[in-house]
């Protein structure tokens, strides 16, 4: 460093550069490079912020925020001292601090663009996807700098996604390589909700260049969200070779792990995360959930509870002890619970779990009244958030009838796949299907799996329809397949779930509920399949399905209305494939398991082409990944405390019974029609 002394203008810009440059490959050298700086140049704010950065590269985080802390204090002003800082207090899972620091330098320097990605990656590390796709929009417009990609990405940044798709689309006609608009476009697809699409694009962006890690990422999320978790998890693999430590990353490959039912190894990693960013409260939901999977029951209220301390106003975590459904909140955490819900700065998602959980604990304390107005509140709310339409489910019952007629099944008779494996357990949520599946999977040739979206997704695609206004082309899309395509369809869906089959056994269950209005797709391209319908009785399934918050994919349960219509529905369609199809359906009625479990069970077995096996009627000793609501009450002995819940609230259910109409009276046969 004697040159610095002897010209410091020239060889001291010359060796911050050069220190700057190691940064990305060596940050161990640019942290020693940096140190001969400061011993020409005591003192120097790039060097000390080039040496923490060297040092946070190495993992040494806290000998950095040694460095930084004083440094920012002394440098106000200087954004890039703030933005190190949050970087460096990020990856000591200081949240909070973290983001006061970036936000800080963002203030400084609005054009910061690498300040605006780590304000997204903070932020979806806290679970806060919307102001974090937001935080990602800003990175794109000020890390670009054509003005059309600009004034696209303002648009985007503006929630102006129609402008910003034909700008974008625009520009590509005439640069149809140019990655940044290729990963903007992908960006507003998904905020369309466009899935197919922004997978497309950003699967291109990262052909043509492997190294753009935030297009990557972009991959990874939407496969995820679309339920691909197999190739989800290939691409953060890829992202985790490059940064191992990346706490996002880490999040993601956990979440994909568990939807493709790796359950204990996503716990692994929570844990390891949260031992290293203990502040994140989604971060102790999302272990929660996984170890409430895996049936330590204990250790998941404890996570929920922890996320619940460091966020109190944290709605889904209370819904989380709720559903739980054998859990007891305290008198404490019910008064904590109206706190909560008494604040005027509350954010809608965080009421309406609020008053889904106080609404079950103040069901479980014979409150019925106060249980019902705060279930009325919670409904109400989060149906404001849905797009739900029963006319269109109605008119979408009556159009598969009008096609599944027995000719139609007569001359497409031997198409399909042959294969056996799926069991399909369908009918509505909160029917009793967990209890199915527990049942069968405790047999020695049967796997339980989870509820498999493959069929939604080959029915989706059938549609043909981009956008929800768009009118769908499914089922009547079935008349034109051929017997190699509805054949290549069903081996289709095997190898999609087989990423979901772990134990080898011949038999594997697909609990997906909603299955029901796909039987027809379902027995053309798996005709020796079984299809099991579970049936509980209309009050309480309604009811209870009215109770519960789904995180997605059962819109229609947010309104006694609704939801009653939902149920006519479903038993109109049954009853014509009983018709069509006779004998093609078994039906297992929840009151029935519970009255003569043996005698249910046996005729179960049968159906399936399975022999009678003990285990069967020991389900609970069962030990096995349950994901769904009923994961605890599973794990118990048949028991009949909640067939008649729905009484307690009988007062209030005029609506219900109004749209269940004939169905109601007629259980539990169809209404003649």
């Excluded at 780590?118 to 974090?132: E, S």
Aim: aromatic share 8%; proline share 6%; hydrophobic share 40%.
């Amino acid at each position: 460093m004697a040159e610095t002394a002897s010209d410091p203008t020239g060889s001291l810009a010359t060796a911050l550069s050069h220190t700057e440059r190691l940064l990305a490959t060596n940050p161990r050298a640019a942290e020693m490079q940096a140190r001969e700086i400061l011993r020409a140049v005591p003192g120097h704010p790039q060097a000390l912020t080039l040496a923490a950065a060297g040092l946070r590269g190495q993992g040494r985080y806290d000998e950095a925020e040694a460095i930084l802390a004083p440094l920012a204090a002394q440098q106000p002003n200087a954004s890039a001292v703030h933005l190190e800082l949050g970087l460096t207090l990020g990856a000591l899972g200081e949240g909070k601090r973290a983001l006061a620091a970036v936000a800080r330098a963002i203030a400084l320097k609005p054009s910061l663009f690498e300040a605006w990605r780590a304000l997204g990656d903070l932020l979806t590390l806290a679970d806060d996807r919307d102001n974090a796709d937001a935080a990602y929009a800003r990175h794109i417009k000020a890390s670009v700098h054509n003005p059309q990609l600009v004034q696209a990405a303002g648009a985007l940044c503006d929630g102006k996604l129609a402008i910003a798709e034909r700008l974008l689309r625009d520009f590509l006609k005439e640069h149809p390589t140019d990655v940044a608009a290729i990963r903007m476009l992908g960006e507003t697809g998904m905020r369309l909700g466009r899935f197919d699409d922004a997978e497309n694009l950003f699967a291109r962006c990262v052909e043509l260049a492997p190294s753009f890690e935030p297009a990557r990422h972009n991959y990874a999320t939407v496969l995820y969200r679309k339920g691909n978790a197999a190739k989800s998890l290939e691409q953060v693999e890829t992202l985790l070779a490059r940064d191992p430590r990346n706490p996002n990353y880490r999040s993601l490959k956990a979440a994909a792990l568990s939807q493709l039912g790796e359950t204990k190894d996503a716990a692994a990693i929570y844990e390891a995360l949260l031992k290293s960013y203990p502040q994140q409260p989604k971060a102790w939901m999302s272990y929660g959930h996984a170890l409430k999977t895996l049936g330590r029951q204990a250790e998941s209220i404890a996570a929920y509870r922890k996320a619940i301390a460091q966020q109190p106003t944290l709605g889904e975590a209370y819904w989380s002890l709720a559903n739980l459904k054998t859990f007891r909140f305290t008198p404490e955490e019910i008064a904590q619970m109206e706190v909560q819900l008494a604040r005027g700065d509350l954010e809608d998602e965080d009421r309406f779990h609020l008053d889904f959980a106080l609404g079950k604990a103040l069901e479980d304390a014979g409150a019925f009244a106060q249980s019902f107005a705060h279930y009325e509140k919670a409904n109400a709310l989060r149906r404001k958030t849905v797009d739900y339409s029963a006319a269109e489910n109605t008119a979408h019952v009556a159009r598969s009838i009008a096609l599944f007629t027995p000719e139609f099944f007569a001359s497409r008779k031997g198409s399909g796949s042959d294969a056996p494996d799926p069991i399909f357990v369908v009918g509505l949520p909160r029917a009793g299907s967990t209890l199915v599946e527990q049942i069968l999977s405790s047999h020695s040739a049967v796997e339980g799996t989870m509820e498999l979206p493959d069929i939604l997704s080959l029915a989706r695609r059938l549609s043909r329809r981009k956008r929800p206004a768009e009118p769908s082309l499914y089922p009547e899309a079935l008349r034109d397949l051929d017997p190699p395509a509805l054949k290549a369809l069903g081996e289709e869906y095997l190898e999609r779930t087989r990423v979901q089959r772990k134990t080898g056994r011949p038999f594997f269950i697909d609990k997906m509920p909603n299955n029901f209005a796909h039987i027809g797709l379902i027995h053309l391209i798996l005709p020796n399949a079984r299809i099991i319908d579970a049936r509980r009785h209309p009050l309480g399934c309604c009811f209870s399905g009215f109770k519960q918050h789904f995180a997605r994919g059962q819109a229609f349960t947010y309104s006694l209305d609704d939801i009653g219509r939902y149920y006519a529905d479903y038993v109109a369609l049954m009853a014509h494939f009983d018709a069509v199809l006779p004998g093609r359906i078994h039906r297992v009625f929840y009151e029935r398991m519970v009255d003569n479990p043996e005698a249910e069970v046996r005729a179960l077995l049968a159906y399936c082409g399975l022999p009678f096996e003990d285990a069967c009627l020991r389900f609970y000793e069962t030990e096995r990944l349950v994901r769904t609501a009923s994961s605890e009450q599973v794990r118990m002995p048949i028991f009949r405390d909640g067939l008649d819940q729905w009484q307690n609230f009988d007062p209030w259910l005029a609506p219900l019974k109004a749209a269940l109409g004939p169905v109601l009276a007629s259980y539990p046969q169809a209404p003649k029609v």
